[in-house]
């Protein structure tokens, strides 16, 4: 069997502004079961870059252990990529941060990845603000070791092997509002009509955003018992209204009537367009959002969509004053200022 992409493409592929196809942001073929959830996904990212009209070569995908961290394999294969220690994503896509602001950074990771030994790198790097993407793949299973519940499994479920689950579950959405995210959202792999809309939304938020995406596990987590299978996420998912988003790049002409639509106009001038939403829900007031999760979980839902957006975000490089200028383009001078700059260093700590 082969794994190599045919090198041929049909010549009339729709290409975006810099004249790239979609094919220029695939990967390798995927090796992941058939089925799973994962690879659409990637599809969905792949669909949110070429769209977008991103370079490739601008995006640093980052990841960890798990067939998650699996995956950036399958995508942007022009890109920057790191796969790193299991659970130390977040620490690895900092430095990389630190050192180079000029790259949109995607961090992939799954719930063992984030929800289990991973938990406290993600703790810190939401309440950093970090400017990055945060997509974690979650199956509530850890399927690279066949199956075992994860720390996102909820309480009851049951995975292939039958046994149900006797604790409850860490909900990734709810905990990041409370360590203070600015953007937080959550879909379901099987629905690329709202995650690709809320994928692009996050690649042009200025900070941390996070977006949990339900993504069954045909393997090992796909059954009747299972709260993270296919049927179940399609019948209880309830949805905070259905949204697009318009480049900046765009002519926006579109109307809607008063009351229905809530239009956001992000850092880098795009536009979010939210259609519909709930009365009870505000997605750009922390405590509604809260609020919101908490309802829907205590319904047995699951609340998808976009549930909160900070619109003044400050990211980490905002916070500390950093060069705007990325580390690996500083020269010696600006380096090593000379023995003059030293000296007055040092008669102002006199």
């Known amino acids: 069997m082969s794994y190599k992409l045919p090198a041929f493409r049909h010549p009339d592929l729709p290409v975006n502004d810099l004249g790239y196809t979609r094919a220029d942001y695939e990967g390798s073929i995927s090796t992941l079961c058939a089925g799973c959830g994962h690879d659409s996904i990637n599809g969905a990212i792949v669909r949110a870059c070429h769209e977008l009209s991103l370079e490739p070569h601008k995006i640093a995908k980052l990841s960890g252990i798990g067939c998650s961290s699996k995956a950036p394999t399958y995508f942007l294969g022009k890109s920057h990529g790191f796969n790193s220690v299991h659970g130390r994503m977040p620490s690895v896509a900092t430095g990389a941060a630190m050192a180079n602001r000029d790259l949109m950074y995607l961090g992939v990771s799954g719930d063992g990845d984030t929800a289990s030994i991973g938990m406290g790198q993600f703790a810190h790097v939401v309440r950093r603000n970090l400017n990055m993407v945060y997509i974690v793949m979650n199956n509530g299973c850890y399927g690279l070791t066949k199956g075992q519940d994860s720390a996102t499994a909820d309480e009851g479920s049951a995975s292939k092997k039958g046994d149900p689950n006797l604790f409850g579950a860490i909900d990734l959405p709810g905990l990041a509002l409370q360590l203070g995210a600015t953007f937080v959202a959550r879909s379901f792999s099987g629905d690329k009509d709202q995650l690709v809309p809320l994928i692009k939304a996050a690649m042009s938020h200025r900070g941390f955003a996070l977006i949990d995406v339900i993504s069954p596990c045909v393997t090992f987590n796909n059954n009747p018992g299972s709260t993270k299978s296919y049927?179940?996420?399609?019948?209880?998912?309830?949805?905070?209204?259905?949204?697009?988003?318009?480049?900046?790049?765009?002519?926006?002409?579109?109307?809607?009537?008063?009351?229905?639509?809530?239009?956001?106009?992000?850092?880098?001038?795009?536009?979010?367009?939210?259609?519909?939403?709930?009365?009870?829900?505000?997605?750009?007031?922390?405590?509604?959002?809260?609020?919101?999760?908490?309802?829907?979980?205590?319904?047995?839902?699951?609340?998808?969509?976009?549930?909160?957006?900070?619109k003044d975000s400050t990211e980490l490089h905002e916070v500390l004053q950093t060069s705007q200028r990325p580390l690996n383009a500083l020269d010696e001078s600006d380096l090593c200022p000379g023995s003059k700059m030293l000296d007055n260093i040092n008669a102002s700590l006199r």
Not at 247 to 273: F, K, N, W
């Open 231 to 310: 049927e179940f996420v399609r019948e209880h998912a309830e949805a905070t209204g259905t949204m697009d988003f318009v480049p900046m790049r765009d002519e926006i002409t579109t109307r809607y009537q008063a009351g229905s639509m809530h239009e956001v106009t992000l850092h880098d001038g795009s536009v979010l367009h939210l259609h519909k939403m709930s009365d009870t829900h505000d997605p750009f007031d922390r405590g509604s959002a809260i609020h919101a999760v908490e309802q829907s979980r205590a319904k047995g839902e699951i609340l998808t969509g976009l549930v909160y957006m900070n």
